[in-house]
């Protein structure tokens, strides 16, 4: 069985319903600080599974003990955990204890309970500003800025750690540049609430509730003064996760730890993006230019040749069905 920390968000949702779609037995668990419970009805309706619901906060130690002690667990994605990098400069202690301590508790348990393997969410944004482009798995990394981007690196150390000490556990970090999308069924999706970045821009101002898209500076030294990011969609992204613990069970005898950039290896500017919807719906949308948000970079995208020879992998959607699968998402 698999446990799928984090697995009524946006990337564990969709993660869960590919691991039922390839034949995987799943337990889901959250604690709804940036999730509805509505999801896990809609992962079961995509799959057509009935699917288990532990509602537990990743830190409570006693309570996650029982879902292991209950469950015959094999395999963590460990998804939980907070997102926003601003968000993490004014509540850093946060940031600290959910991501950082919530993983030592994690750790400890699965050691306890003999669990060998775990998938984990990282993040580029542990490159820092690293200038040359594009950004591979060998780049030392300094610490950087944001509290957020800090947790990635130490629960990375962590990992590295525990699998040193505890030689039968295997650790797959998996570090993505910026999932974007939905899948098809338009049923599982981002809580974008909070998010002021570009594709939940772009959907709520579609949906009516906001008067335009906020872009966040225009004035970077890049091809077109845009931000240029590397956007990946979702169903990528999760099939990386499928890919890594394949190799992991293909390889068990000497596997011990790795690390794979999941992107698309693409840069594209904001504008580009803005381009590719009015595209799509045929009518320009309406854009204000905002001062650049703290913490953001002019450019990066990813070197995924290390997951594309590793692990078999190569991210398949275009640009034009990223777009398509984001309208899907749009309230009727
Ligand atoms: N989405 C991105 O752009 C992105 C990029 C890089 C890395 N990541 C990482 O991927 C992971 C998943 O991201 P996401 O976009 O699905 O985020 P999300 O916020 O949609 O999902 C995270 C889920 O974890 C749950 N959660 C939060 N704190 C918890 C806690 N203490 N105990 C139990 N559950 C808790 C939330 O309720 C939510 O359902 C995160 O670790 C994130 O840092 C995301």
New binding site residues.
Partial sequence: MILV??????????CAVELLNNGYEIII???????EKR?HKQIENIANKKVKLEE?????RKKLDQVFLNNKVESVF??????SISESFDKPEDYY???II?TVVLLELMVKYCVSKII??????IYGDYSKLPWHEKIDLNIPDSP?AQS?IIIEKLLKNFSLKHNFLKVAIL??????GFHHSGLIR??SKNST?LFPEIIKYLNNEKPHINIYGNDFDTHDGYGVRDYIHVNDLINGHIEALNFILKHDKTYNYNVWNLGSGKGRSVLEIVNAFEKQLKRKLKCVIKPRRKGDLGQYWADINKAKRELGWHPKKTLHEIVEDSLMSLKE
Avoid: M, Q, W
């Fill in positions: 920390t984090g697995g009524c968000g946006y990337l564990g949702s969709h668990l959250d604690n709804f600080s940036n999730s999801i537990c906060d990743i830190r409570d460990h998804f939980a955990g907070l997102k204890s959910v991501n919530g984990f969410s990282s993040s580029a944004t957020y990635k570090r993505y540049f910026n999932p974007v981002e809580n970045n």
